[in-house]
């Protein structure tokens, strides 16, 4: 069965540092999605992403965020500048724009 | 403001009992609730409701969905310690770009 990939799983970075995790969704979905979930929290919508532009954001999803696709199968997102409240299990997510959507496994960030 | 509310945060419970997870929901632009799993990494999807009073089922798993009362339970009959997970409950709303809502979730613990 198809699934959402997601690189690196566990990635650890120092405050102030640029991270970019990386996605590949499901090949023939058109709708991406980043959401993040805070160790302990609920899973926060952040970002999504159709026809190559953004959506729609939560307010969580301020400048210090970007999304790309740069090429047919990746879908990334980079953090500027990371802080340690930054540290989370990011997920990724695909659709073809109706429900469910699919999940990677998530890449786990540590700011320290 | 829209939020999803899940009950009980968490629970604890002998292999063959049988659980009942509250999912209750307040979502202006309703378009679906979903159930997902998650155990150590990616939520899996386990149901989509859409239409009020249909139970979906799936093995000892099933699911109803109130769109009067504004909620949804998910039973799990005959409990299995593979069922210990964190249960969430997504509403998706579809005032842009169908997004999902997460409640907290009900971490479920199945002892032997």
């Known amino acids: 069965e198809p699934e959402v990939t997601q690189t690196p799983s566990h990635q650890v970075t120092q405050m102030g540092q640029e991270v970019i995790l990386r996605c590949v969704p499901i090949?023939?979905?058109?709708?991406f999605y980043w959401y993040r979930q805070i160790l302990g929290q609920k899973v926060e919508f952040l970002v999504s992403?159709?026809?190559?532009?953004?959506?729609?954001k939560s307010e969580i999803f301020d400048d210090q965020f970007s999304v790309e696709r740069p090429d047919g199968s990746n879908f990334t997102l980079k953090i500027r500048s990371t802080k340690l409240e930054d540290s989370a299990m990011y997920f990724c997510?695909?659709?073809?724009?109706?429900?469910?959507?699919?999940f990677g496994n998530g890449t786990r960030l540590t700011v320290t | 403001e829209d939020k999803v509310v899940q009950s009980p945060l968490s629970l604890v419970v002998h292999e063959g009992d049988t659980v009942t997870l509250n999912c209750s929901y307040e979502?202006?632009?309703?378009?679906?609730l979903l159930w997902y799993k998650q155990e150590k990494k990616a939520p899996t999807f386990l149901f989509m409701l859409?239409?009020?009073?249909i139970e979906k089922k799936s093995g000892r798993l099933s699911s109803i969905l109130d769109k009067k009362e504004l909620f949804s339970i998910l039973n799990i009959t005959a409990t299995q310690t593979g069922d210990s997970a964190v249960y969430l409950c997504?509403?998706?709303?579809?005032?842009?770009?169908?997004?999902?809502?997460f409640g907290t979730g009900t971490r479920l613990k199945v002892l032997a």
């Open positions: 997510a695909s659709g073809q724009g109706i429900s469910p959507l699919h």
């Open positions: 090949s023939n979905h058109l709708y």
């Open positions: 992403f159709y026809n190559n532009e953004i959506s729609e």
């Open positions: 979502v202006t632009n309703f378009r679906s």
């Open positions: 859409t239409s009020s009073g």
């Open positions: 997504a509403v998706e709303e579809s005032s842009g770009t169908y997004k999902y809502i």
